[in-house]
């Protein structure tokens, strides 16, 4: 069963960080899940912010191949806040 958490963070990386514009081109919802299921695995460790940004920095350079990690501070702030409160 999904927690209330894990759905929001799917839709916080589908609506507000979308990094690939998969939303915008009417590509499938479960895009990002899999990275929805690591932030929250790292912001329940109590992982801090600077590492859950680097995380979304990784996902977005390294792994998508994309060049800028613009908005993945934001993100991440919204994620932890998601869990945190």
């Known amino acids: 069963?999904?927690?209330d958490q894990l759905t929001s963070l799917k839709r916080?990386?589908?609506?507000?960080?979308?990094?690939?514009?998969v939303?915008?081109?009417?590509?499938?919802?479960?895009?990002y899940d899999d990275y929805a299921g690591e932030?929250?695995?790292l912001i329940r460790r109590g992982e801090s912010l600077a590492a859950v940004e680097r995380y979304l920095d990784?996902?977005?350079?390294?792994?998508?191949?994309?060049?800028?990690?613009?908005?993945?501070?934001?993100?991440?702030?919204?994620?932890?806040?998601?869990?945190r409160g």
């Not at 939303?23 to 895009?31: A, I, V």
């Open 39 to 41: 932030l929250l695995v």
């Open 12 to 21: 916080l990386l589908w609506e507000e960080w979308d990094p690939i514009g």
């Open 58 to 83: 990784w996902v977005t350079l390294e792994w998508m191949g994309l060049s800028g990690t613009a908005g993945n501070a934001e993100i991440a702030m919204k994620a932890i806040s998601i869990l």
């Open 1 to 3: 069963m999904e927690t």
């Open 23 to 31: 939303r915008t081109l009417g590509g499938p919802s479960d895009e």
